[in-house]
Structures are given as structure tokens and as C-alpha cells.
């Protein structure tokens, strides 16, 4: 017997995804192998993923395999260089964020004694609806069924049902719900799962309904006693898959009420399932407050992707009570808003409202086509793995798919996806394009990213190994299927290939004669299909950009990966902790790299993109600009910052300063080129339109400075609109900010503020201002910034001053829209 020693590198602890990684590694050996965990002395079959995770395996616990069989030496090599360089990369649960931090109410909030009860914020965001009990569906009622001799019958359709189901939701879903889902796929296939329950009705003589409930609670014992908050939220996945299980061979014992909101909800349960989750009307629930969850539940991650605001810290008991009272939870503030009156739903219908703006402006500008300063045109586009995220990518501002990574429909599944699936796939992804482009990479499989079905062997070093391009010769079936089904789909939108890897001509010349082919059984079986591709490759091996120009004479476009292109480049595993802080895209070498690859590729009438990581940096977009990249892509929501700053750039400064960047003789003297360019930003007037409001509401004093403060967030002159209103209120304590003759000016100088500003508000009739010079009907609002060189005193007192006047009272008074305010504004002040 051989022994391999190690220490769990995961910082989360073996949990489902790590666990179906390493018991795939262990599966393709002949030898029996055991795991052990030597700090709580647990043992499991290391085959067997399910008993892996029971192990209770937690960050830097001591961990061996053991390893007896023919090919014992053999395995015990492969799993140890496994276990050293890729082991961690399979925990792609990442560790969960801080939760978010509770920002103090608002005195807009505060000053109307609304009845709240606190609670600690797991998701962000606003919901209004009436508290709605989540009624759990008890499964005592399961221990009574009888043994019966069709039990193990049961239990094969069951399995093979709930994996049909969830492999349906798997082609249907994408983005954090494809990944929890596959993780309880990889449980149910478990052999462990399945032995487990005919243990129990072999050995304790129990049915099999029972033997489920039992099994469940056995697995959830273990992973409830573990130290690790994730790993005993993982409790959840297991009941979560054991309760299918029974519905599915069970239905009519379901309690069929547990998943119906029929109105506006916000839910409280002591946890939800994922499946639970993704059961409900989501079109329904505006919040939840689930007693029992914590940070890393797959339940909490599917509520902040729907945009769902979560509380816990809340009891149920106490809750209870209050079922069907209406209720705001308020997942900026962490807490939960009891039986609101007028003047609380009337903050946070403005809060919403203003809420809605930005999101409009935000969208608006990202919508707008990417151009810099000086018109120089640059497509931005977003990469994505599954057709279910275009919509949104499209959404933020996308040109554009500059990368469809189509390997993640063959991952974390046991037979490759049938032309019919990937078609349907891709068609749904250009459907949502319309005729923006999609660029579908083809399958980037092997090496790194090993599939069972394919029994392509271990290999030393799978980063440059047998992957990509360079196993298709081999898989030449699976690959033609892929072409057929892009072809297919490229008749109904603006398709691209590109083919990644690359690092011959070769390759290039066997891809296009498979794809010729492929078109000419297309044409002959009469579908209908794209008749031309645009074909590109990836740029990600080194030596390429030596023969750039003889790849373009049979290419349309190339796309530089920039993460592998940098550890090739650099011969550095970013991976590897002892050598990645040597991993940095932008160094001298890498710069004079890319200028190369795109003055050649320009010089033949090609043009080049960027599709990993760098290009939605935008600490680096100036470099880029000036590189003369024609495309970046990155992820969606990168997008409208990466359009913003582009807008402020010129193209001609970007350039000298990559001339600059490529002379450079260190990575630190780029930095310091970076740091000291300074694109000249829009300058913004003191006073503009755009902050001048006509209110056609009855609102309060709160109100308004709500709606001022929140209307420079919307008009982009701050980002903390909340902040800035708490240094106003402040003012407000200290000196009366009304000035008499139905006028107020409240002012502040803040660090909040981006760009100084005046603000009106024309209100429909004179408000309760709380000062002793009387009511308002007219609020100037000044807020400059902390550096601000003008005297806001100065301002304030000009403006007092001028008020005085009766006629430029009744010219403020008279004027009826923001156009004339502004135009009166501008002419009498010296601003």
C-alpha cells in the first residue's frame, strides 16, 4: 500500500463541488483508495463523493490517501501532482463575501418613527409585500410508510427521475444555479448515496421511505457537528435532494401548499432549499428573512443573483404573529419596516423611484456604442457560459458575445450534450443577440478541464497538455457535432468560430476542411444552416504572434486570451502560490507582445480583440485604447464602467502613453505612468438643468431633501447619496436653512459630493419647512465639495441677498420649468 500525505488546501473545506473533483481523479485508477482525515479520524471510500464530503474535511487538516493495486505507483503520481496544482482550483464555492454592512437609517427615514425591527442584511435591496409563513413540509410522516417489495424498484426510478429533472433544469438554468444544481447531480449519481439507503433497509429492515429520511439525517448529523459554517450549511443540499426524492416517488404525500405565493411576499422560513428556491414565483417575492442561513448558502447565492434582499437575525417564532402584516424589508438598512404608514411607504416609493432612475440612466449610457473622447470606436462585448446569461449581458450594454465559452455544456455531466441541445443553445443566445455578434469558441476540454466520458489520461502538466484544438483530431465525431450545431443555429443570427489554442497553421487548414465537410452534409440533408462562418482563433500560445501573418491570410479575427497568453508568456502557473505574484498582464514584454500582434493583424485588414481578464480592467483601458484593440470583452457587469471611462478618453494621448508603457523597463514604471495620467473629465456647471426640479407632489421636508440629494446620484454628481444627505441634515441642526419669502437653501460642503452643484426644487404648494421664517415653497440646495475652492458661505449669502429683491422673488416664483429657473439663475448670480 502506498501513502500520499497532505494538507486540505481548500479554504472551504471539502464540499460537494471539490469532492466529485477528486473522487473523478481517484475513479480513473484500478487501485482501491482510501481517504482519512487524521484530525477527526474519518475515513470514506475516496470514489465516493458523498462520503468524501462526510468526512468533515476543513481548511489545512491532515489528509492522506491510500492507495493498494496493480497500478498503485501510477496513481499515486498523477493524484499527488493533482492534489499539488489543481486540487484547489475545484473549489469554486469562493469563500462568501463580508456580509454587508447595515448603513445607518436615513434621517429622511428616522425623523417619520417608522416600526422597525433589526435584523443582519445577507442580501441588499428593497421589497414591499405582506409577511407570508414558509410552512415546512415535515417528513415524519414518511417513517410510517411500509417496506414493501417493489422498495428497491422505487428507489432506481427515483434516482434516475430526479437526475432526468435535474439535468433538465441544468440545459434551462445558468450562472450560480447551474453550478449548485450540478453539485447535487454529482450527488445522486454517488454510488455511496444509493448504498447508503439499501443498507438501511438491508441491515435496520426499514422501508424505503424511511431509509431516505434516515440516510438524510445520518449525512446532516455529520455535516452539522463540522466547525466549518459552510460546510454545515451544505446540511441543506442533502435534504434538499432527499426531499425530491420522496416527492418524486411519493407525490401524493407532498404538501402541496408549501410553494404557492399568490401575492406580493415577503417570506420568512427557518432556511429554504435550493430547489425550494427555485420553486417559487419569484415574480412574487420581494424579500426574505430565513432564520436559520447563513453566508454561504446556495440558497442565499440564488436570492442575491434574482436580486432578492435576505435577512436573518429574526426569529420565526416571533414573526409568526405577524402573518399577512404588511411589511417593507429594507436590505440597505438591515431591517424589517412593520405596518409602514403614508409617510414611510412614501419614502420608500421615492427610494424606489430614484432607484429606478439610476438603473435607467446607467442603462441608457451603457447602451450607448463605445466610442472614446476624440471618436475613435472600440466594440465592447461580454463573455459568457450559457445562453441564459446574453439577456442580461445585452442588458448592460453589450455590442456583443465576444466569447461564448461552450465547454461549460459539456462539464458536470456524463455523456456529452446531442446536436439538438447545443443548437438549441446556441440559437437561444443569438435570438437574444439579434444582430449583434455571437463568437462561439469551440469546446476548450481536456487538460484542465477533465471529462470522464472523454478518458483522456492524467497528465503532469494539463495547462499544456492535451486540450483544446489539439484533441480534436482524436474526438473528430464530437467536434463535427459542436460545427453542425453552430452552423445550424449561425441561419437565424451573426455568428463567429474561434477556434482556441491554436499554434499552427495546421490546425487552422484541418479545422476549415472539417468545416467544409460539415457544410457540405448540411447542404445535403437539405437544412438550413449559416453559409458564412467568420472564423477566428485565440491568441493565447506565445509563438503565434511570430507567424500572425500567416494565419491571416486564413483567419477573419483573433482574440487574445490574456490569462493563459500571460502564464505561457511568463512560463508562471498563476495557479501556483509560489510563483503567481510574477503573473501581471502588464509588463513591458507582454505590451510589446500585443502592439506586435495588432500592427500586423491591421496590416493584413484583421482586426483583434481581448478576451480574458485585462480587457475589463479599467485601470488599463487607456493602455488598451492605445494599443488600438478593436474589441474588449469581458463580464457583463464591467461593462458600463469600462463605457464610461472610454467616453473620457483620447485616443491620441492613449497612444503616446503605450508608446510610452512598451519602453518602459519595469512593470512598476508602468504603474507610474498609469497613475500619473490624468484624462481631462468633463467639467460640470455649478448649476444645470438636470437639477432642477418641478415636484408635482405633496411631499414633506424629509422628502425633498431625499429627492434632491437622490437626484444628484441619478445625475451622476455623487455616488452616496445617503451620506451626502446626512451631512445636509447635520447643517440643518446647526443653523435655520430657511431664509424667509417661501424660500430655503440648505447647503453643505461634503466629501460626498463628485461634482459641486446647485439644486431646485419648485414644490406644487408651501411645505412645513420647521424653521421660524416660515413655510417653503422653494428649496435651493447647495452642495460643494470638501476641496471645493468657492466659499459655499459666500454662495448662500449671495443667493439671501438677492431674495430680498421682491421683483427676482416673483421672477423665481413665476418661472414655470426648469429651462426658465435656469436661465433666470445663470443671469443674476455670479456663479
Keep these: 500500500m502506498l501513502t500520499l500525505d497532505f494538507l486540505c488546501p481548500l479554504p472551504n473545506g471539502l464540499h460537494a463541488r471539490p469532492a466529485w473533483a477528486l473522487k473523478e481523479q481517484c475513479s480513473a485508477w484500478q487501485s482501491d483508495i482510501r481517504f482519512i482525515n487524521h484530525r477527526l479520524n474519518t475515513h470514506a471510500d475516496a470514489k465516493s463523493s458523498l462520503a468524501l464530503v462526510s468526512t468533515g474535511t476543513l481548511f489545512n487538516d491532515s489528509c492522506s490517501l491510500q492507495i493498494s493495486g496493480n497500478d498503485a505507483e501510477a496513481a499515486r503520481r498523477a493524484l499527488e501532482s493533482y492534489l499539488q496544482h489543481h486540487f484547489i482550483d475545484s473549489d469554486s464555492e469562493l469563500p462568501a463575501a463580508a456580509s454587508p454592512t447595515a448603513h445607518p437609517l436615513p434621517r429622511s427615514l428616522s425623523r417619520l418613527h417608522p416600526h422597525l425591527l433589526t435584523g443582519n442584511i445577507l442580501a441588499t435591496g428593497i421589497g414591499c409585500g405582506g409577511i407570508t409563513l414558509w410552512r415546512s413540509d415535515s417528513l415524519d410522516r414518511y417513517r410510517t410508510l411500509p417496506a414493501s417489495p417493489e422498495d428497491m424498484t422505487r428507489l432506481e426510478y427515483g434516482l434516475a427521475e430526479l437526475a432526468d429533472n435535474l439535468n433538465q433544469q441544468l440545459r434551462l438554468l445558468g450562472g450560480e444555479s447551474k453550478t449548485i444544481l450540478s453539485a447535487h447531480l454529482s450527488l445522486i449519481q454517488d454510488d455511496e448515496f444509493a448504498s447508503n439507503i439499501r443498507r438501511i433497509m438491508r441491515d435496520e429492515k426499514q422501508g424505503l421511505a424511511a431509509a431516505i429520511v434516515d440516510n438524510m439525517e445520518a449525512i446532516c448529523e455529520k455535516l452539522r457537528a463540522s466547525s466549518s459554517d459552510y460546510l454545515r450549511e451544505r446540511a441543506s443540499d442533502i435534504r ?339 510563483v503567481s505574484p510574477l503573473y501581471n498582464p502588464v509588463t513591458p514584454s507582454f505590451l510589446r507582445m500585443l502592439r506586435q500582434i495588432v500592427t500586423v493583424a491591421h496590416r493584413h485588414g484583421k482586426w483583434v480583440g481581448i478576451c480574458g481578464e485585462l480587457g475589463g480592467e479599467t485601470r488599463y483601458l487607456p493602455l488598451l485604447l492605445g494599443l488600438e484593440l478593436d474589441e474588449l470583452s469581458m463580464s457583463g457587469p464591467r461593462i458600463p464602467a469600462v463605457k464610461s471611462q472610454l467616453r473620457q478618453l483620447d485616443s491620441r494621448a492613449c497612444r503616446a502613453l503605450a508608446d510610452k508603457a512598451c519602453d518602459c523597463r519595469s512593470p512598476e514604471e508602468i504603474e507610474t505612468l498609469l497613475r500619473t495620467f490624468t484624462p481631462e473629465e468633463d467639467a460640470r456647471p455649478l448649476l444645470a438643468v438636470e437639477n432642477i426640479l418641478f415636484v408635482d407632489k405633496p411631499y414633506r421636508k424629509e422628502q425633498v431633501i431625499q429627492l434632491l440629494c437622490g437626484n444628484l446620484a441619478v445625475n451622476g454628481r455623487t455616488a452616496h447619496p445617503l451620506e451626502l444627505e446626512e451631512d445636509i441634515w447635520q447643517r440643518e441642526e446647526i443653523v435655520t436653512t430657511g431664509v424667509g419669502f417661501g424660500v430655503a437653501i440648505p447647503h453643505t460642503k461634503s466629501a460626498w459630493i463628485h461634482h459641486s452643484s446647485i439644486s431646485l426644487a419648485r414644490l406644487p404648494a408651501q411645505i412645513d419647512w420647521e424653521s421660524e421664517m416660515g413655510d417653503v415653497e422653494l428649496v435651493i440646495m447647495l452642495t460643494l465639495g470638501e476641496h471645493e475652492g468657492i466659499n459655499h458661505v459666500k454662495v448662500f449669502s449671495q443667493l439671501a441677498r438677492k431674495l430680498v429683491n421682491k421683483t427676482f422673488r416673483q421672477s423665481l416664483l413665476a418661472a414655470t420649468d426648469p429651462e426658465a429657473l435656469h436661465q433666470l439663475l445663470n443671469a443674476e448670480l455670479s456663479l
Excluded at 404525500?253 to 408549501?258: F, G, K, P
Excluded at 432612475?357 to 470606436?377: K, L, W
Excluded at 460545427?483 to 443570427?493: K, M, N, S, T
Excluded at 440533408?525 to 491568441?539: D, K, Q, T, Y
Design 240 to 578: 434538499d435532494i432527499s426531499e425530491r426524492l420522496l416527492h418524486i416517488v411519493w407525490p401524493q404525500y407532498r404538501n402541496q401548499e408549501v410553494l404557492r405565493l399568490s401575492r406580493p411576499s415577503i417570506l420568512v422560513a427557518d432556511d429554504l432549499t435550493p430547489s425550494q428556491f427555485l420553486s417559487l414565483d419569484l415574480s412574487q417575492l420581494k424579500g426574505m428573512i430565513l432564520e436559520k442561513t447563513g453566508p454561504t448558502s446556495h440558497t442565499l447565492i440564488l436570492a442575491r443573483a434574482a436580486s432578492v434582499p435576505v435577512l436573518n437575525g429574526l426569529s420565526v417564532a416571533d414573526l409568526s404573529a405577524l402573518e399577512h402584516t404588511p411589511a417593507i424589508l429594507d436590505g440597505q438598512c438591515g431591517v424589517l419596516v412593520l405596518e409602514p404608514n403614508e409617510a414611510v411607504r412614501g419614502y420608500y416609493a421615492l427610494a424606489r423611484e430614484l432607484a429606478d432612475q439610476r438603473i435607467a440612466c446607467q442603462t441608457r449610457d451603457a447602451a450607448q456604442t463605445a466610442f472614446s473622447r476624440d471618436g475613435q470606436r472600440l466594440e465592447v462585448a461580454a463573455n459568457i457560459g450559457s445562453a441564459l446569461e446574453a439577456p442580461a449581458a445585452f442588458s448592460h450594454g453589450a455590442e456583443g458575445i465576444g466569447l461564448f465559452r461552450s465547454e461549460m455544456l459539456y462539464m458536470d455531466r456524463s455523456a456529452p450534450p446531442d446536436e439538438q441541445e447545443q443548437f438549441e443553445t446556441y440559437q437561444q443566445a443569438l435570438l437574444a443577440a439579434g444582430d449583434k455578434p455571437v463568437i462561439f469558441r469551440t469546446m476548450d476540454i481536456g487538460g484542465d478541464k477533465p471529462l470522464s466520458y472523454l478518458n483522456i489520461p492524467q497528465e503532469e502538466n494539463p495547462f499544456l497538455g492535451y486540450r483544446a484544438v489539439r484533441i480534436y483530431p482524436e474526438f473528430a465525431g464530437l467536434f463535427r457535432t459542436q460545427l453542425r450545431a453552430i452552423l445550424r443555429a449561425g441561419a437565424v443570427g451573426q455568428a463567429r468560430l474561434m477556434i482556441p489554442m491554436v499554434h499552427s497553421l495546421d490546425q487552422i487548414l484541418w479545422v476549415k476542411n472539417e468545416l467544409q465537410q460539415v457544410k457540405a452534409e448540411l447542404q445535403a440533408e437539405g437544412a438550413r444552416f449559416a453559409a458564412s462562418l467568420p472564423l477566428g482563433i485565440m491568441v493565447e500560445v506565445p509563438s503565434v504572434c511570430y507567424i500572425i501573418d500567416h494565419f491571416c491570410d486564413e483567419v477573419d479575427f483573433f482574440s487574445v486570451g490574456s490569462n493563459d497568453m500571460t502564464q505561457y508568456l511568463y512560463a508562471v502557473d498563476r495557479n501556483n502560490p509560489r
